[in-house]
């Protein structure tokens, strides 16, 4: 199984707030990464928060970090159908520049 | 971003070809880094090259996958015999120094193997 999890699918109201969880297994990572893909895109470092830190917020964006329980979340405020694509949390380890990533969760908007 | 360029986009290969994957890195940036996504899971690291340096391939398979970024011209992931398996899509990221907080990433390669 992967080590960083995630949700596969997450369909949501547009202007509704949407929450994406994910869980790591590592204790040591460093960064906890958000990332999104549209469709025939690459990936966006939407945001990233350091391990010492509980939350961050970003504009509509807020992570949420439970070390304690290694969990990471992203809520997305007023959702809209610009949000839609596929999110990915990704942790470092160690070195900062060797990203594992969950599977990736489909965000669906509907009107 | 105009950022990191891949190609081909879509690359058809028979079992037993060679596949050879394009990254051109941002303008500037020396750091490349490549990742393959099997389908259903999340990236995973292949390798992490500088300017003709291979500096960490703990994500690569022993043999038929090899990586370089020599100094002019792009990064070049090569699959030689390829097999099933190796279907996936493989993303190329480049930064300007070691890390991912100014990490761009391409919009991928997906390698059909029939």
């Known amino acids: 199984g992967e080590d960083v999890e995630q949700s596969l699918f997450l369909s949501v109201r547009e202007g509704d707030s949407s929450v994406i969880n994910c869980t790591y297994t590592?204790?040591?990572?460093?960064?906890l990464y958000w990332y999104k893909q549209e469709p025939g895109a690459g990936l966006q470092l939407l945001t990233y928060?350091?391990?010492?830190?509980d939350m961050k917020q970003d504009q509509r964006l807020t992570v949420l970090l439970n070390k304690k329980d290694k969990h990471l979340s992203l809520r997305i405020a007023d959702t809209q159908t610009g949000d839609s694509a596929i999110y990915f949390c990704?942790?470092?380890?160690?070195?900062?520049?060797?990203?594992?990533f969950g599977a990736g969760t489909t965000v669906t908007v509907r009107a | 971003n105009a950022g990191v360029m891949q190609n081909p986009r879509h690359l058809v290969r028979r079992r037993g070809q060679e596949a050879r994957l394009r990254c051109s890195p941002v303008?500037?940036?020396?750091?490349v880094y490549w990742y393959r996504q099997l389908p259903e899971e999340g990236l995973k690291f292949m390798v992490y090259?500088?300017?003709?340096?291979?500096?960490?391939e703990s994500g690569m398979p022993k043999e038929r996958f090899s990586a370089e970024f020599p100094k002019e011209g792009p990064s070049i992931l090569r699959i030689q015999q390829v097999v099933r398996g190796d279907s996936a899509a493989y993303f190329c990221?480049?930064?300007?120094?070691?890390?991912?907080?100014?990490?761009?990433f391409g919009q991928g390669t997906r390698l059909t193997v029939v």
């Open positions: 990221a480049s930064s300007p120094q070691s890390g991912n907080t100014e990490a761009f």
């Open positions: 590592d204790s040591s990572s460093t960064y």
């Open positions: 928060i350091f391990s010492n830190m």
């Open positions: 990704a942790e470092a380890r160690g070195n900062d520049y060797k990203l594992s």
């Open positions: 303008k500037g940036h020396s750091h």
């Open positions: 090259l500088q300017k003709e340096n291979i500096i960490d």
